[in-house]
């Protein structure tokens, strides 16, 4: 009985040692923040992320080509519901683009994962 425990204990410990390694290479991280550039929400985005990470730049969603990205390792998309957000959902235009072009890592911040998904036609439900 020790030996599956003393097994298990072993792989919990090399996970734990693994993330934490990983946390270690933020100061490594190139950011993208695609929001609503000159807004005091992008700019405590950008404050914390300069004190984490080795490159951030700021973009305006509205401008945003997906070839700025290139130079990054992560986009942090931030899209929040409102009546212009609902006009753009009409247009059928995503920030990032075509749905199938996009392979950059992305996170998604407010309610940015709702809006690509009625954008770029995304099934599933929401409530």
């Given at each position: ?10 792989f919990a410990l090399a996970g734990w040692s693994f993330c934490a ?107």
């Amino acid at each position: 009985m020790k030996q599956p425990l003393t097994i298990l204990v072993g792989f919990a410990l090399a996970g734990w040692s693994f993330c934490a390694a990983h946390a270690t290479n933020l100061d490594k991280l190139r950011v993208l923040y695609v929001g609503d550039a000159g807004t005091s929400r992008a700019g405590e985005f950008e404050g914390f992320l300069r004190q984490k990470v080795a490159q951030v730049a700021v973009g305006s969603r509205g401008a945003f080509k997906p070839a700025e990205a290139d130079n990054f390792d992560v986009v942090l998309l931030d899209w929040p519901q409102s009546e212009r957000t609902r006009e753009e959902w009409k247009t059928g235009h995503a920030p990032l683009g075509e749905r199938g072009q996009w392979t950059q890592p992305t996170v998604l911040l407010g309610s940015a994962g709702l809006n690509l998904a009625v954008v770029w036609k995304v099934r599933g439900g929401s409530g």
